[in-house]
């Protein structure tokens, strides 16, 4: 049996273990990383150390950045009473790209999933429970987590906690996608929608 | 517009180069990488560098290898007579796993192209026929460059090239894939299966 030489076996294995790269993808990308100049090479592997070690979590929000507080946190110009609740920092990518909220953000690094034995301590729950004691003057949290059965949890137990305070909690709104299609939507997407509905 | 902190956009940059690496994967890819444990995100720099840099080029064929001459030339179970030519270290690695083949190598990297300007002095087509004149050796050699326009043209090219040192020239087989089906294949597959049909 051919067996790739070591540093080139180690090197697939390594890419193998990112998410959505099996083992065809990872030879191909590997293959790929040999052909280039030493140069380039080296920038992707410098660029993936540099990446880890310059980036760390704002003691604010626990979004990725490279200094504390993050960006977001300390732009005064920002809506300092507004809360916006999401799973993971791509999330926040994501809602800055859409330009309609300037509000802050807190990042949770995951969701409450028994089935995986994550539970609340398990992600930066109490970080923000810190944060809303500390801050009086957040008035709204926006809970962003993603409309799944962990995210869904997520947001039902943080509401409960979160309730006393007397703080308004919002939910993101659930129906059918822009541009969809009611044919090919799913019940449980519809049944949203429909309960949602808003009189116009 | 939400910026990445430097270091993550430089990660997604690098990322993004990759083959079959899309901005959004490799958006992913990054935020991964950002979750990991230190040591393996370094493990996975290091592979990199390491396999570029433990790499070379076997002198006899061309694969990458880490000891010169490669493990597949120097072994001399192998059937020394025969020599196949394939376009990229990763076609050698493919054809080693049918495990059929026990004569060596030849990796062309790269195939002509005049529509991208890679012409014979481009690709280790010097290499081969230097190879050809020292070792007598050489019976048959088997053109197994990729069935495409490029990989065809590379062949005939050689085939011409080899004929008058009265070496066997063979190509690889083109026809329908085993499991294929004929109301799916193309016609130039079809018709190429025709033309090598065999009398059983």
């Known amino acids: ?20 790269i099996g083992s065809k993808t990872a030879q191909r990308l590997a ?18 150390v540099n990446a880890k070690k310059n980036t760390t979590l704002c003691s604010e ?3 990725l950045t490279e200094a504390d507080p993050c960006p977001i946190c300390s732009n005064n110009k920002r809506d300092h009473k507004l809360l916006c ?3 993971q920092p791509r999330d926040v990518a994501a809602l800055e790209k859409m330009n309609e909220y300037h509000g802050l953000y807190h990042v949770l690094h995951g969701a409450i999933s028994p089935m995986d034995d994550i539970g609340p301590e398990d992600i930066k729950l109490r970080e923000l429970l810190i944060r809303l004691q500390d801050h009086s003057e957040i008035k709204e949290i926006i809970l962003a987590t993603n409309p799944t059965v962990n995210g869904e949890a997520t947001a039902v137990y943080l509401s409960r906690l979160i309730k006393p305070t007397g703080i308004t909690i919002s939910r993101i709104a659930s129906g059918l996608p822009m ?16 309960e949602g509905r808003k009189v116009l």
């Open 179 to 194: 541009g969809g299609d009611l044919e090919y939507a799913d019940e449980i997407t519809l049944a949203k929608a429909f």
């Open 31 to 48: 293959f790929h990383i040999l052909s280039l100049e030493n140069e380039e090479a080296n920038q992707l592997a410098e660029s993936i």
């Open 1 to 20: 049996m051919y067996k790739f030489p070591n540093s080139i076996a180690k090197l697939i294995r390594e890419l193998g273990k990112l998410p959505g």
């Open 85 to 87: 609740v999401v799973e």
């Open 61 to 63: 929000c626990c979004n």
